[in-house]
Antibody, heavy 123, light 113 residues
Framework: EVQLVESGGGLVQPGRSLRLSCTASGFTFGDYAMSWVRQAPGKGLEWVSF??????????EYAASVNGRFTISRDDSKNIAYLEMNSLKTEDTAVYYCARDITNWSQGVFDIWGQGTTVTVSS | DTVMTQSPDSLAVSLGERATINCKSSQSVLYSSNNNNYLAWYQQKQGQPPKLLIYWASTRESGVPDRFSGSGSGTDFTLTISSLQAEDVAVYYC?????????FGQGTKLEIK
């Protein structure tokens, strides 16, 4: 079964850090670009970042709202994508979804989603 | 950034009737060199992650019932559910992937009348 499972969420104080993980199974992880998409409580969807496959250069992009604070990475040997979040703000509070792109270079179409992990930034 | 605006914000339709959701982009998402519209639709049921329904504005994802269809080009798009079923109650989002940042509409909540 094709599956993505996020972990690492929790309650964290403003200014602190957190690392999210997305563990993939059921497909050749290294063949796909991966993205993180978040959803604030009661709100819509916001794309956060993508990382292309190694075959497509492993290029990375970020939304302006997280650029300079968040870092996406991947370990294809472990089938895991990461999102390192630093200098967290209260507005980063959201459910964070890991999503598989339909291509290896980030088309921007997401066909597989994890169940999400909740990040709450509060003092 | 490309702003995606959906209408209406919420919609109540009787079972078996047609549901129509509109999506307008602030810039064209039609790529002239390949004549493709870089527009997708997702369905999100309560407490679940989004599910891809349609991409390239009108290509149905594998396994999606054929009562779901997408149309439109350039800046104006429509998601149609031809005969509403109870399991279609959800929030629907359009998304442009013409360029980053990928952006979503605010969502349309679909309920049964």
């Amino acid at each position: 079964e094709v599956q993505l499972v996020e972990s690492g969420g929790g309650l964290v104080q403003p200014g602190r850090s957190l690392r999210l993980s997305c563990t993939a199974s059921g497909f050749t992880f290294g063949d796909y670009a991966m993205s993180w998409v978040r959803q604030a409580p009661g709100k819509g969807l916001e794309w956060v970042s993508f990382i292309r496959s190694k075959a497509s250069g492993g290029t990375i992009e970020y939304a302006a709202s997280v650029n300079g604070r968040f870092t996406i990475s991947r370990d294809d040997s472990k089938n895991i994508a990461y999102l390192e979040m630093n200098s967290l703000k209260t507005e980063d509070t959201a459910v964070y979804y890991c999503a598989r792109d339909i291509t290896n270079w980030s088309q921007g179409v997401f066909d597989i989603w994890g169940q999400g992990t909740t990040v709450t930034v509060s003092s | 950034d490309t702003v995606m605006t959906q209408s209406p914000d919420s919609l109540a339709v009787s079972l078996g009737e047609r549901a129509t959701i509109n999506c307008k982009s602030s810039q064209s998402v039609l790529y002239s060199s390949n004549n493709n519209n870089y527009l997708a639709w997702y369905q999100q049921k309560q407490g679940q992650p989004p599910k891809l329904l349609i991409y390239w504005a009108s290509t149905r994802e594998s396994g999606v019932p054929d009562r779901f269809s997408g149309s439109g080009s350039g800046t104006d798009f429509t998601l149609t559910i031809s005969s509403l079923q109870a399991e279609d109650v959800a929030v629907y989002y359009c998304q442009q992937y013409y360029h980053t940042p990928y952006t979503f509409g605010q969502g349309t909540k679909l309920e049964i009348k």
